[in-house]
Each structure stands twice: as structure tokens, then as C-alpha cells.
């Protein structure tokens, strides 16, 4: 049988190809991940789907006049356990929060009050 009309072929390596070459992500073939016992990317487990050390980079970047409080809450707020809901529910939850943002309140330490802000998620 030919690759021609693999999962692979058809839709996989044209993603990876557009997300590096159009949008400029970085690719990283993981699939040797464990090959030491331990990821290679900071995973403490095989289950851990967010990269959280990445994450919390990616939303200090996007947020640099947010406190580390707000981060925090908008990694946790991402990484919650959905597995209660359904597949469809959980995937509109992320979406909604990849789109617009995490609402996430911390203390305001000017004021004595809790602050709300929307964390971005996508720039």
C-alpha cells in the first residue's frame, strides 16, 4: 500500500508544514520523548498533555502588565481536569478560552481588593 493515502501524508505533515513554515511555530518530532526515562520537554508524566512551563512563558510574554497571581490562575484555569464533561463541552471550554482569553482575578495590593483581568492566550 502507498503512504499516499495516509493519515500522515493527508493531514498530518501538511499541518506541521503550515504551522512551520507559514506561522513560524517551532516543530519537535517527540516521539522519542521517554527514550531516557525521563521527557525530554519537562513532562512529569505521560499523561501531562500542557506544557505548563511553556505556557507560563508564552502567557508572561503576552501579558508582560500582568502579575505572576494572574499567570498562575490562567494555567490553572487551562489545566483544569475536564474529564467530567463531555468531549464536545470540554473542547468548547478550551475553545472559548483559546479565543478570548481567561478571566482570572488576583489581589490588588494598591487597592486591598481583587482585580479581574482577561489573560490572552493567542496573540
Known amino acids: 500500500?502507498?503512504?499516499s493515502y495516509t493519515e500522515d501524508h493527508l493531514v498530518?505533515?501538511?499541518a506541521i508544514q503550515l504551522m512551520r513554515d507559514e506561522l513560524g511555530w517551532d516543530v519537535v518530532n517527540c516521539y522519542g520523548e521517554w527514550d531516557g526515562g525521563v521527557s525530554a520537554l519537562g513532562r512529569d508524566g505521560k499523561r501531562e498533555v500542557v506544557?505548563?512551563?511553556r505556557l507560563k512563558s508564552a502567557l508572561r510574554?503576552?501579558?508582560?502588565?500582568?502579575?505572576?497571581?494572574?499567570?498562575e490562575g490562567a494555567v490553572?484555569?487551562?489545566?483544569?481536569?475536564?474529564?467530567?464533561?463531555?468531549?464536545?463541552?470540554?473542547?468548547r471550554e478550551i475553545d472559548k478560552l483559546l479565543k478570548q482569553g481567561v478571566k482570572v482575578s488576583f489581589p490588588d495590593p494598591e487597592h486591598g481588593e481583587q482585580r479581574v483581568e482577561v489573560v490572552r492566550v493567542v496573540d
Do not use: F, H, K
Open 76 to 91: 490553572e484555569e487551562i489545566c483544569r481536569d475536564r474529564t467530567a464533561l463531555s468531549l464536545a463541552e470540554a473542547n
Open 1 to 3: 500500500m502507498s503512504n
Open 61 to 71: 510574554r503576552m501579558n508582560p502588565d500582568l502579575p505572576v497571581e494572574a499567570i
Open 51 to 53: 506544557l505548563t512551563g
Open 12 to 14: 498530518e505533515q501538511p
